[in-house]
């Protein structure tokens, strides 16, 4: 069974952007174990609207890694390494961690995040807070119905402010 995990960028209120979408807030100082993160990654799930976050920005900023991208309509662009999916995310997802395989990062955004609460599909939770109060946003995590049990693996905190958690569920 392959792992999924959760490794994103958080305000302390449990923002992951601005509610227009903006991500400026985020330290770009150093790298905070994302690439050693990176590098152990097989496999990215997005939704579209992080995709066309991600492609605003630049560049793509994850070639030659095999990238799912949920979506009901066509991508404004892709690569042979992006496939849009445009059936239920759910049933996609836990058919991909019932493979064999390597690392499966969960990229975001909140909406895809929610769907995978959802149907308890997150192995592990890599938390960066960063030391900001934004007010309003993207909700990391969405209102649900349903509790979560996790289990703390480790803390990292930064001079920056910036302090990392690590679950896995329980
Ligand atoms: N702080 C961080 O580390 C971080 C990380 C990732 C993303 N973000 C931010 O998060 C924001 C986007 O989050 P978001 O919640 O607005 O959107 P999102 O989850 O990135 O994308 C939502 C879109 O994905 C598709 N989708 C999502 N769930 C689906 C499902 N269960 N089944 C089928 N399709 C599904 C739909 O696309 P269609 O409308 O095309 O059908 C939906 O409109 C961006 O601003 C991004 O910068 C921040």
């Not at 119905?145 to 920056?160: G, Q, V």
């Amino acid at each position: 069974m392959r792992k999924v995990s959760l490794f994103i960028a958080t305000s302390l209120d449990g923002y992951i952007a601005r509610a227009d979408g903006s991500v400026d807030w985020l330290f770009t100082d150093q790298d905070y174990g994302y690439q050693a993160f990176y590098n152990q990654v097989e496999t990215l799930l997005m939704g579209r609207k992080t995709y066309d976050q991600c492609l605003s920005t630049g560049d793509y900023p994850y070639p030659g890694k095999r990238a799912y991208v949920f979506s009901s309509r066509p991508l404004s662009w892709s690569n042979d390494d992006i496939e849009a999916v445009s059936g239920d995310a759910a049933d996609f997802i836990a058919d991909l961690r019932s493979q064999e395989g390597g690392l499966v990062w969960l990229v975001g955004g909140g909406a895809l995040i929610a769907t995978c609460l959802q149907h308890r599909l997150i192995d592990e939770f890599v938390v960066s807070i960063h030391p900001i109060i934004l007010g309003r946003g993207i909700p990391l995590f969405p209102n649900s119905d349903l509790s979560h049990r996790l289990k703390l693996e480790s803390t990292l905190a930064f001079d920056t402010g910036l302090v990392q958690l690590r679950y896995r569920c329980n």
